[in-house]
């Protein structure tokens, strides 16, 4: 019997936290991703924005560190899963969505074929911050 790394004709993507100590693996589609400039993403990130993309918890499979790994409630139900050591924004959970997380994609190391498809919670950007391509924007989420 042949092992393979594929799942529906999708690569396997790895990451991990800045320490190295949380490493992950995503064995689906990573769909929606987004950039988003709200305020608490532009928080949690440090930066301009967050770049994030849903998948299905089942894909999303934590292969060592999951002891560092601890969450934040950051808005009722809304949680923000990250490395206890190095800080590393990982995955975030929503009680409205269960079976389902959203990846940093900043955390994965390796290419992966999706693309961001969009700009969301544009007006709340920072003033610095200047966006310069073509997606579409949104002022909310993404409809
Ligand atoms: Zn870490
Ligand atoms: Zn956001």
Known sequence: MQVLSQDMGYEMYKGSCLCGDICFEITGEIKNIVYCHCSRCRKAQGSAFATNGNLEEKHFNIIQGEQNLTK???APGEYKYFCKKC???IISKNDAKPGNVRVRLGTI?????????AHIFVSSKANWDEINDRLPRYDSYKS
């Open 87 to 89: 800080g590393s924004p």
């Open 109 to 117: 190391e390796t290419d992966i074929k999706e693309k961001p498809e």
């Open 72 to 74: 934040y409630e950051s």
